[in-house]
């Protein structure tokens, strides 16, 4: 670094003000001062660069540049001048921009930017300015250019409503209206030569504004790109972006478009829809909860209608024992026995003592009930009032069941009876079978019933009962036999009962199923089980159970008649995608035959293999009657054949290795594409003209418990690890995205002359 030798400043403090800017990418660099006197204190060497003159010639003449201005940029140069002389007097901090046009050692005219702000002592008193110029030329020259140009034709631009904004690797150099109104500014002169990649808000996204930009200059046109920016008013917007090259000029296009307020309208119009379909169903939510309150108000009348109007006795009590609810029938059982007109709030003790029973044992039982009671414990004891009529004792039997509230406390007691009286004996029988029935079919829908080598019923249930009420309109009685209930409708049925009666009555265990018609003509499905019930070794009665399986059978009917219409429909879809592929294949060899561009022909070609993989698919589909995961080996050889075939390549010779694997339609389809575009590959490159070894190509695919493993591996030229890397071809692209998309593992490894090994490990979702 070279400094004058009259500078009163110390070179480490230029350097370290040279080496902070040079790192902003200034063209070159000056430290001028106005006090005590007009001079150059440094200038660096790039000076020579960018206007053939060497630094020496800055420190001889103070006003050296002055006198290389353009006249027409002289007066508002030296405005600037005369400014920084008075900051400098003043010491005010203040940065001076100023663009203006030199000539240069050729004597030709440039555009220079100068930025230049001054720099105090540790007391705050003015010491120099210091400048970083800019060499702005070419984009200078491109914006006079097009300021020159017809005003209609400006107007046009200007006014266009598509933004359009003109950048110099990444910093704005024009914008339009539209673009200004996007961008959240005024005038050209907020935003000139601010950095676009300064919008962006993540971190991803201004990666791919990077790459965008260096596309650009590499003359490559940019699709559009939607990006999230924040402008210079701090708006959030959401842009698409469509970038190109200025042919000829060091400038890039950009048309920009504010998709904000549209994706903000589709949001609401969503919203919209949803709330729609809330009130849609929430009408209908409140629709089937009022049907339900009129149902169980109805159910709560008819149940309070039927417990008044029962038999039973049933009464209500609170913690206190005092009744809070009875029915009919126990205000009828306390006026008969005790000559008592029972009323809300009476004690339940005050029953008790209008009691006359002569069996002290009962009294004391049902005394113990009331005690156990009052700790919450369900219980149920005989009672046994006094019958004046009669002269004689009535038995009654009544259960006292507890309610609980949050806390597990008793807050009311439930109380109901019923009068066990001549039938006392006979209930204790019933009561004993209502226990071994209700061991075995508790809250079941079964039918259960057994008979004897008589035919005569020696048990049965109440479903079995309502059944045999359906079937003879009879009600069965026990030690009868069902042969004096034969009906005319269900004779077919009766044979074939009898039929496995006999077999089971020989030892048979017997499983069968029935139809038969109701009284109401409805058909009722049945699924018997017989099986003998053996006592020393003598089969002496046959058990029957049935289940009603009507509904099963009718779903079943319904769902296989569902299954072929669904068989008749995926077929035609997949055989009319098939077609589909078949006709664009065809329309593309037509294009084909129609053009004469090699390129565009062999791009064609590969469309045309692309769309066969997915057809070929869609045909073993609809061939094989499976329509969610097909034999992916059979596809892989015709694929392999049809691709060399359209390539001419008859001389390459395949050898396969293929296991025989079901593979879904989610990933046969990725793996097909993948397969066709490695083979492509191979045909296309593996094996140029002039190669004279044998051409070989090895195809494997493999299973293991929890991964595919596909292997492709041709004996040709080769290719180096470099050239692999840097692969950026559709094909490449369109492997790598699909081995991604099925989360498979992607490895190609290639040796000069030795040929390529493409392998795709695929896993299993277990």
């Given at each position: ?22 790192s ?60 920084s ?31 230049s ?15 970083i110029?800019?060499?702005i ?9 097009l ?10 631009f ?96 950009m ?101 006359n ?6 009294a ?41 509230d ?33 061991a ?151 294009q ?23 057809a ?33 390549k ?15 339609l ?101």
């Amino acid at each position: 670094m070279k400094t004058n030798k009259n500078a009163d400043i110390q070179i480490k403090e230029i350097k370290e003000i040279f080496d902070l800017y040079v790192s902003k990418s200034s063209d070159f660099f000056f430290i001028y001062t106005f006090f005590p006197k007009e001079k150059y204190l440094y200038v660096s060497d790039s000076v020579k660069k960018i206007t053939g003159y060497p630094p020496k010639d800055f420190y001889k003449q103070h006003n050296f540049l002055t006198e290389k201005v353009h006249p027409d940029d002289l007066k508002n140069y030296n405005r600037i001048s005369e400014e920084s002389k008075k900051i400098q007097k003043d010491s005010k901090s203040k940065t001076i921009n100023n663009i203006f046009r030199i000539k240069n050692k050729k004597g030709e005219y440039i555009f220079l930017e100068e930025e230049s702000f001054l720099v105090k002592d540790e007391k705050g008193k003015a010491k120099y300015f210091v400048g970083i110029v800019k060499d702005i030329n070419q984009v200078e020259s491109q914006k006079r250019l097009l300021e020159g140009q017809n005003e209609v034709y400006k107007e046009i631009f200007d006014n266009i409503p598509v933004a359009i904004i003109m950048y110099y690797y990444g910093r704005v150099r024009y914008v339009n209206k539209a673009a200004k109104k996007i961008l959240g500014v005024g005038s050209l002169k907020e935003c000139y030569d601010y950095n676009l990649l300064d919008l962006i808000q993540t971190k991803k996204e201004k990666e791919k504004g990077i790459k965008r930009i260096k596309e650009i200059y590499k003359n490559k046109k940019q699709p559009e790109t939607i990006f999230h920016i924040k402008n210079l008013k701090n708006e959030n917007k959401i842009v698409t972006l469509h970038s190109m090259p200025i042919p000829g000029q060091d400038l890039g296009l950009m048309i920009i478009s504010d998709k904000t307020e549209e994706l903000k309208k589709q949001e609401l119009e969503l919203k919209a829809k949803l709330h729609i379909q809330e009130n849609i169903l929430l009408k209908k939510q409140n629709q089937v909860k009022q049907k339900l309150l009129e149902e169980l108000t109805i159910k709560r009348s008819q149940l309070l209608n039927t417990i008044n109007n029962s038999d039973y006795l049933f009464w209500i009590t609170d913690s206190n024992l005092k009744i809070i609810l009875f029915n009919q029938a126990f205000y009828n059982y306390c006026l008969k026995y005790f000559n008592l007109k029972i009323t809300i709030g009476m004690g339940t003790e005050e029953i008790i003592g209008t009691a006359n029973e002569i069996n002290k044992e009962s009294a004391e039982s049902r005394k113990n009930s009331y005690k156990k009671i009052l700790t919450s414990k369900e219980t149920e004891y005989e009672v046994r009032p006094f019958n004046k009529e009669k002269q004689k004792h009535d038995v009654y039997k009544i259960l006292l069941r507890p309610i609980l509230d949050r806390n597990k406390k008793m807050a009311s007691v439930y109380c109901y009876g019923h009068e066990i009286t001549e039938k006392y004996d006979f209930i204790n029988q019933i009561e004993i079978q209502s226990v071994k029935l209700t061991a075995i079919i508790q809250n079941s829908p079964i039918y259960l019933w057994a008979i004897d080598k008589r035919l005569q019923l020696t048990l049965f249930n109440n479903n079995y009962e309502t059944l045999i009420e359906t079937l003879y309109n009879e009600s069965p009685k026990l030690n009868h036999s069902l042969r004096k209930m034969v009906s005319d409708n269900n004779k077919e049925f009766v044979e074939k009962i009898n039929y496995h009666y006999k077999k089971a009555f020989l030892g048979s265990k017997e499983n069968f199923q029935v139809e038969f018609i109701k009284k109401d003509y409805k058909k009722i499905f049945l699924d018997i089980n017989l099986f003998p019930i053996v006592v020393n070794n003598e089969v002496k009665e046959v058990a029957g159970i049935a289940i009603d399986v009507s509904e099963e059978i009718n779903k079943q009917r319904q769902l296989s008649q569902l299954l072929e219409e669904k068989e008749v429909l995926m077929k035609e879809i997949h055989h009319r995608t098939k077609n589909n592929l078949q006709v664009i294949t065809s329309m593309l060899n037509l294009q084909v035959q129609n053009t004469e561009n090699n390129e565009i022909k062999q791009a064609l070609r590969d469309t045309q293999n692309r769309i066969y993989s997915m057809a070929l698919i869609h045909q073993s589909l609809y061939q094989n009657k499976n329509y969610s995961s097909i034999n992916i080996s059979d596809n892989i050889t015709s694929l392999v054949q049809n691709i060399l075939y359209s390539f001419n390549k008859s001389d390459i010779a395949p050898e396969f290795d293929i296991e025989d694997i079901i593979l879904d339609l989610n990933t046969s389809v990725p793996l097909s594409l993948i397969i066709n575009e490695i083979i492509t590959n191979i045909a296309k490159y593996a094996f140029p003209q002039g190669f004279k070894r044998d051409k070989k190509i090895n195809i494997s695919l493999k299973r293991t418990d929890h991964t595919i493993y596909f292997q492709a591996k041709d004996n040709g030229v080769g290719a180096t690890k470099d050239k692999i890397e840097n692969t950026n071809s559709t094909g490449f692209i369109i492997i790598t995205s699909l081995a991604e998309q099925i989360g498979a593992e992607l490895k190609i490894h290639s040796e000069i002359n030795k040929g390529t090994t493409v392998s795709l490990t695929i896993p299993l979702i277990q």
